[in-house]
C-alpha cells in the first residue's frame, strides 16, 4: 500500500513539474509620467505576455482629459530557439487644461485576467491657448401645436419621410501600387457628415465585420492587423467637406508575390431612421429602418522587385543600421557581445541575418534574435535585433563589416542598398589557436553550453558522485518498500 502511494506522489510531482514548465499568461498597467506639458499626452498601458490577445475592457475615462487615439506595439524576443512575445496596447489622453488632476483607481479586464491600478496625481503644465469650443445652437422651435391637435380632435397618424444623407463606406489603400514585400495599408471607414449622426447608427456591427473581413483578407500577403477595438470618430476633410470617419478595420499587407490584391465590394447595414414629416411634442417622430452601404471594389497592382541575383530572398523595407557592443576594449580569445539591429518600416518578419561562416581568425555563435513591432497612426515599424558571441583570435582591427551585412531593397529610392556593420574593435594580445572543439553551431545544446560555461575546473568524478547518492536513494525506498509488505503480512 504504501508502494502505491509512493508512486502516486512521484506522479504527482511529476504533473507539477510539467505545469510549472509552461508559465501562465501575464498583464500589467503601465501609467505615463506624473508631470508633462499640456502639448503631450497622458498615456496608459497594458502588457500582456504569453498569450495572444482576444479581448480587453476599455480604458478608463479621465476628468479634464479626452481619449486621442491608441498604439500597439509587439516585442518578440527569441533565445535559443524559444520565443516569447510581449504585447502593449497604449491608450494617449489629451488634457483640456493646466493644473493638477487625479486618476482615480480603476481596473480592467484583458483576456480574463483582472488588472487593477492604484491612480496617480498628475500636474500639467503651461500650454498654448486652447480654442473655445462652439456655443451650443439655439433652442428648437416651438412644439405647441402638436399638443393643441391631441387636445382639440384625434391625432392623426404621422407621416414619415426618409432624409437624404452623405455617409458611404470605402475601402482605402496608401498607394496606387506596391513591389512585391512592400507594406500596404489597407483600411474599412465608414464616413459620416455630422448632420447624419441623428439619423443613422451601427447595428450588429460586432456581428458583421468578421464576414466583412474575411472578404477583404488576400491569400498572398503577410498580414499584420492593427489591435484596435474600440470605433470611435474621427474628424477629416472629404472633397472640402467635413466628416466624422469611422475606422472599422485596419491592416498592414506585405505581398508575397506579384499576383494584384483584389478586394471586393462589401456592405455594411446600418441603422437608418425615418423622420416625421410633421414632428408633434412628445413623440419619437421617428421610425427605425435599415440601410446597406456598399463599398467601391478596389484592385491594386503588385510590381516585381527589379534584377538581382538575391531577389526571392531580399527584404523590403526602410532600413537603418545601429550596433552595439557590451566592451570597449578587446583581447584575443575572450568572448564579447554585438548586437547588429536594423531599426526602420517593413515587414520585419522577412528580415533574416545568418551568423558567418567561422573562420580561423574568428568565431561567432548566435545569434539571439528580438523582435519589437509598433502599430501607429497607419504605420507599421519596429526594430529587430540580431545579438551574436564573438571570439577573436588575431589581434589588430577586427573587420566586422565582412561578417555583418545584408541586401534590402528600398521602395522609396527603387534601390537595392547593403547594410554594413561599421564597427571595427581593436583587438590586442598575443595570436591564440583556433578552439580544437567545433560544436553544431545550428544547435541549440551548444549555443546554451557555451554561453553559460563556466572557467572553474569541476571534479572529473562529480557525476559518478551523483549517481552513487541516487542509487542509495532507491535501495532506501526499496528497503521501506519491504519493511512495509512485511508489516502488512503479520
Given at each position: ?13 511529476s ?42 475592457s ?9 481619449k ?15 520565443s ?8 494617449r ?24 491600478s ?14 473655445t ?11 405647441g ?13 404621422q ?6 444623407d ?11 501600387r ?18 447624419d ?70 456592405g455594411?447595414?446600418?441603422?437608418k431612421?425615418?423622420v416625421?414629416k ?25 510590381v ?18 545601429k550596433?552595439?557592443?557590451?566592451r ?17 518600416e ?35 515599424g ?19 563589416d ?79 518498500a519491504g ?8
Open positions: 500500500m504504501r508502494l502505491l502511494f509512493i508512486f502516486l506522489g512521484v506522479l504527482w510531482l504533473s507539477g513539474v510539467l505545469r510549472a514548465q509552461q508559465p501562465a499568461p501575464t498583464a500589467d498597467i503601465v501609467l505615463g509620467k506624473p508631470a508633462f506639458p499640456i502639448n503631450e499626452y497622458y498615456t496608459i498601458s497594458f502588457r500582456l505576455r504569453g498569450a495572444p490577445l482576444e479581448r480587453y476599455a480604458f478608463p475615462e479621465l476628468e479634464g482629459f479626452k486621442s487615439g491608441k498604439s500597439s506595439t509587439t516585442t518578440t524576443r527569441t533565445v535559443n530557439g524559444q516569447s512575445t510581449e504585447l502593449t496596447i497604449t491608450q489622453y489629451a488634457a483640456f487644461a493646466e493644473g493638477a488632476f487625479t486618476v482615480k483607481p480603476f481596473s480592467m479586464t484583458v483576456n480574463g485576467l483582472t488588472l487593477r492604484e491612480g496617480a496625481s498628475l500636474r500639467v503644465g503651461p500650454q498654448q491657448t486652447t480654442p469650443p462652439p456655443a451650443a445652437s439655439g433652442s428648437g422651435p416651438l412644439q401645436i402638436g399638443l393643441l391637435d391631441q387636445l382639440f380632435g384625434k391625432p392623426k397618424p407621416e414619415y419621410v426618409e432624409p437624404q452623405q455617409a458611404f463606406l470605402a475601402v482605402v489603400p496608401d498607394k496606387a506596391v513591389y512585391v514585400g512592400e507594406g500596404l495599408h489597407v483600411g474599412l471607414y465608414f464616413y459620416l457628415a455630422p448632420q449622426q441623428a439619423v443613422l447608427n451601427f447595428h450588429n456591427f460586432a456581428g458583421q465585420l468578421p464576414g466583412i473581413i474575411r472578404q477583404l483578407r488576400q491569400r498572398t500577403v503577410w498580414e499584420e492587423s492593427f489591435d484596435e477595438q474600440e470605433v470611435l470618430p474621427e474628424n477629416v476633410t472629404v472633397g472640402g467637406k467635413p466628416f466624422l470617419r469611422y475606422r472599422l478595420w485596419e491592416a498592414e499587407l506585405y505581398p508575397l508575390n506579384t499576383q494584384p490584391l483584389a478586394f471586393p465590394s462589401v455594411l447595414q446600418m441603422v431612421y425615418r416625421a410633421k414632428p408633434a411634442a412628445g413623440l419619437d417622430n421617428r421610425l427605425e429602418g435599415y440601410k446597406i452601404y456598399y463599398s467601391a471594389a478596389r484592385t491594386v497592382p503588385v516585381a522587385l527589379p534584377p538581382h541575383p538575391l531577389r526571392d530572398q531580399v527584404p523590403v523595407g526602410n532600413y537603418q543600421v550596433e552595439a557592443v557590451d570597449t576594449a578587446f583581447r584575443t580569445g575572450q568572448a564579447f557581445a554585438y548586437s547588429f539591429i536594423l531599426e526602420g517593413g515587414n520585419l518578419a522577412a528580415l533574416n541575418l545568418e551568423a558567418p561562416t567561422p573562420s580561423a581568425a574568428v568565431e561567432v555563435y548566435g545569434p539571439e534574435v528580438q523582435q519589437q513591432l509598433t502599430r501607429e497612426g497607419g504605420r507599421v519596429g526594430r529587430k535585433s540580431f545579438r551574436f558571441r564573438l571570439v577573436a583570435r588575431r589581434p589588430g582591427p577586427l573587420a566586422l565582412t561578417l555583418f551585412q545584408l541586401v534590402v531593397f528600398n521602395p522609396t529610392t527603387a534601390h537595392y542598398d547593403t547594410l554594413r556593420a561599421e564597427l571595427r574593435p581593436l583587438l590586442r594580445g598575443a595570436a591564440q589557436a583556433a578552439s580544437a572543439f567545433r560544436g553544431r553551431l545550428d544547435d541549440p545544446f551548444y549555443r546554451v553550453a557555451l554561453a553559460e560555461a563556466e572557467a572553474v575546473p569541476h571534479p572529473r568524478d562529480t557525476y559518478q558522485n551523483v549517481r552513487r547518492y541516487a542509487n542509495l536513494v532507491v535501495l532506501g525506498l526499496l528497503l521501506l519493511v512495509g509488505w512485511w508489516r502488512a503480512k503479520r
